[in-house]
Each structure stands twice: as C-alpha cells, then as structure tokens.
C-alpha cells in the first residue's frame, strides 16, 4: 500500500484509514470495520498509538482516535527523510574512502567521477585548502557554491604565500554583484584577475597535482565533474590555462587608491580597465555605482577625448597611453 515507504505494514494501514473515518471508536468497533479479531486490532492501534498516527482515550474501554492526516504522515515523511539524508551521507563518506582506497591499490588512475553538489564543492574546498603554491582557476557561471563564499579562505591561503590567479568569464564579471562584492575585494587582498570574454569552461588547478572540471558543457553539467590527479591530462589542463591567461586582459582594483597623478582621475581609469575587461554598461554602472545614462554618457566622452569610434579603440588608445598595465 501507499504508506509501505513510512514502515508501516499493510494491516496497519487499513486499521488506520479506517480510523480516519471512525474517530473514538473501540478496538472491537474497528475490528468489525476492518473483518479481524479485536486482538489484532488491538495490537495494531497500540502501534498506531506509538507511532503518533492515533491517540488513545483514558476511558474504559480505550476509545481510539486518528491524528489529522496531514501532520501525523507528514511528520514520518519527514522523519524518513533525515534518515534517507543521513544515508546519503554516509554513503557519500564511503565513496570517498573508496575513492581514495582504489587510488592506493592503482595509483595510477588519474580521473575520479564527482557526483552532486556536496561531493564537488567538498573536492574543490579539500584540494584548495591543500594547495601550497598556487591555485589557477578559470570563474564563469553556473556556480555549485554562491560565488563570494570562499572569499575569507582564499585571503587565508594568500596570506600564508599561495598565488591566486584567475580569468574570468564575461558573465562572470556582469554577475550582479561579483565585481564589487567579490572579485575587487579578491584583487585588493593579492589575487592575480584577468577577464576573457568567454571561456571555455570552469576549471580548478591546485599547484600541479589536482584539478576539477565539470562533466559536461550542456546545461546541468556542472552537477557532475571530474577530479584529474597528476596525469598528461592535467598537463593538458595546465597548459590550457597558461594559454587564455596570455590572453586575458588584466582585472586590477581600480579605486582611489590605485590613482597617480600622471595618469586621468580614478574613475575614468576604472572605466578604461573595465571597458579593456569587456564588461557591458549595465556592470560598468554596477560597480561604479552610476545609472545607465550616466555609464553611457561617460563612455561616449571618453571615446570622444581618445579620439575612438568603437570600445575596442578606446581600450587600445589608452593602452598606447600607458593607461593600461
């Protein structure tokens, strides 16, 4: 029957529907609705008792009632729930201990299957935390962890000397928020920031022993990845980055602090570092703090003083400069 999957057997379940629609019955009333013994169903309303799903009367005979439905069975639903969720992790416990076993008994196997979210982002945590000279990342959506989470911990890791150096997607830097919240707060604390306008795919690269890329590049990929330990595709991977980060157009911190005097004032250097970055107008006002109108009214001037009819121009004329690292 339907409640099998709470642990309640069949017999028990008919002595409780039963009672749904004969609130303050007797046993004996209940075991000739239901065609058994009074003993039977005695026995079985005690254990509806027991489990919350009925009460009982103080009086002589004991008079039987339901518990509403709704809250009795929802309750065991829940309750099977934390322990299906217990299970879970403990199965999630044993996969990485045989994970881990195998890779002792073949250490050579270079690629581990991460299944879900909790087994990636713990991967990513566990093979960060242990990197002990450099992390390389390429930072695009979708994300397993809100992006900004990890932000107290890599400041931890690059205090005790670890590099961070990070190309980051477009769409990653016209996350609402990143920019500002997360990414300029990275740069001020050491992070190495680079921008490309589309990357390939997210990757994580602890010194150059472990990386985690995701499964696939269709939508709902990044809810599997794969854990690659020192192989020629990790190799691969290290060679990739090093690729796209020549690439790049270099992310730096570009508030007051990070003005000189032979240069223009502060806000227009940051709008001709997040223009070379290709961030859109709708980031650019985001994390300079200007409407729309003004973003656009700002770029249309500084295209006009560099003398450029396109975006691209004006990065490069400012580049020529020396506006530019």
């Not at 589309?198 to 709902?220: C, E, N, T």
Request: proline fraction near 6%.
């Amino acid at each position: 029957m339907e409640l099998d999957v709470l642990g309640l057997g069949d017999e028990t379940q008919r002595v409780y529907t039963t009672l749904v629609g004969l609130p303050r019955s007797t046993a004996s009333e209940v075991a000739k609705a239901c065609g058994t013994s009074t003993s039977a169903a005695a026995r079985l309303l005690s254990v509806l008792v027991k489990s919350g799903l009925a009460t009982r009367s103080a009086t002589r005979p004991p008079r039987f009632t339901a518990a509403a439905p709704d809250v009795a069975v929802t309750e065991l639903i829940q309750e099977r729930e934390r322990q299906l969720d217990a299970a879970r992790s403990l199965v999630r416990r044993l996969a990485v201990t045989h994970r881990e076993a195998l890779r002792v008994g073949d250490p050579g196997m270079a690629v581990e299957l991460l299944s879900g979210y909790e087994d990636i982002s713990a991967a990513v945590h566990r093979i960060t935390a242990g990197a002990r000279r450099q992390i390389r990342a390429f930072d695009r959506p979708p994300y397993v962890d809100r992006p900004g989470s990890n932000l107290e911990n890599q400041r931890g890791r690059q205090r005790t000397g670890v590099t961070h150096r990070v190309v980051y997607d477009r769409a990653a830097v016209d996350w609402p928020g990143r920019l500002r919240d997360d990414i300029l707060p990275s740069v001020r604390s050491g992070e190495q920031a680079r921008v490309l306008a589309r990357l390939p795919m997210k990757l994580v690269i602890a010194d150059d022993a472990l990386a985690v890329i995701p499964f696939s590049l269709a939508p709902g990929g990044h809810l599997a990845a794969y854990l690659i330990h020192r192989s020629p595709m990790l190799t691969a991977l290290e060679a990739l980055f090093e690729a796209e980060w020549q690439r790049a157009a270099p992310l730096e911190d570009t508030g007051p602090r990070g003005g000189r005097p032979d240069r223009p004032d502060p806000d227009t250097l940051a709008l001709v570092r997040l223009l070379a970055s290709g961030c859109s107008d709708t980031a650019i006002a985001r994390t300079q703090g200007w409407s729309r109108r003004t973003t656009q009214r700002r770029i249309q001037g500084l295209m006009t003083e560099l003398g450029a009819a396109t975006r691209f121009q004006a990065a490069a004329q400012a580049a020529r400069r020396g506006w530019l690292p």
